[in-house]
């Protein structure tokens, strides 16, 4: 009985966590600072409050385990400033969803790596992603919506790139997932993060302070809703969950981000689209059920 409640918390955990995480991309689209500036100040924010959280939690990481979570920091700041960049390119949903194209990255990884067999039902699951992807790319030339039509491939191609950082942070999350507290767990990796994004937005000169106060509230949303919230509960359901089952629940944040965008920002989805995202997510799920 203690480990089905165990599951049912893990679920609703992720289920609420990917919701959340489905507001990113709308915050980061109102944001008056540029994609590395406003990812900097996400993580800014949540840092008292993690810090507080880890030294709290008992379960603290040794100095190896320090070492991953700095590494899963590093490249979950990767992953979300090629997001970032991405998001002012193309749609919202062809952000967020290349950005998800994690569980293919990773049988291909595998197989590359490790000599993985890669299973025909497998192989099927990342033609079909694949194929899902060029929809969907398609599908955005041609209703010319997002916010620069004339470099949305650009956009497109960087949100794929993301899904390759994603894919790092979520091995190290599952591995360390049931030794290490969730506190420590974000904290390590926020603050790797935080440095990521600061580096970048000096790079490219952005600026770092928001002018207004609506300006500092959609960071504050960033910082406590998305961060603290949305990935802490993803980092606790992650690491209790089946890779199945976690994948199919983490679909809930580009649903979310689509549902936003269509409404906020008038980023419909055409058939074409709709067809690219069903493939896209049905090879996903198809990689992750017969690559175990």
Known sequence: MAGRSGQARAVVAALTGAALLGLSPIAMRLSELGPHASNLWRFLIALPILGVWAAASSARPTTR?????????????????????????????????????????????GWFAFRERLRAPVLAG???????????????????????PNAGWIGDALGLSAAIGYAGYFLILRMLGKNVSVGAVMFWATLSAAFVCLALALIFREQLMPQTLRGWLVLASLGLIVQIAGQGLIAYGVGRLPIVASTVLLWMQPLVAAGLAWWIFGEALGALALAGAALILAGIFAVQRYRQ
């Open 126 to 148: 990342v033609a079909a992603a694949l194929a899902g992807a060029v929809l969907l790319a398609l599908a955005r030339a041609q209703s010319d919506v997002g916010p620069d």
């Open 65 to 109: 385990q320090t070492g991953w979570l700095l590494l899963a920091g590093l490249l979950f700041g990767i992953e979300v400033s090629l997001w970032g960049a991405a998001l002012g390119l193309t749609t919202v949903t062809n952000a967020t969803l290349l950005a998800n194209f994690t569980p293919v990255f990773a049988a291909v990884f």
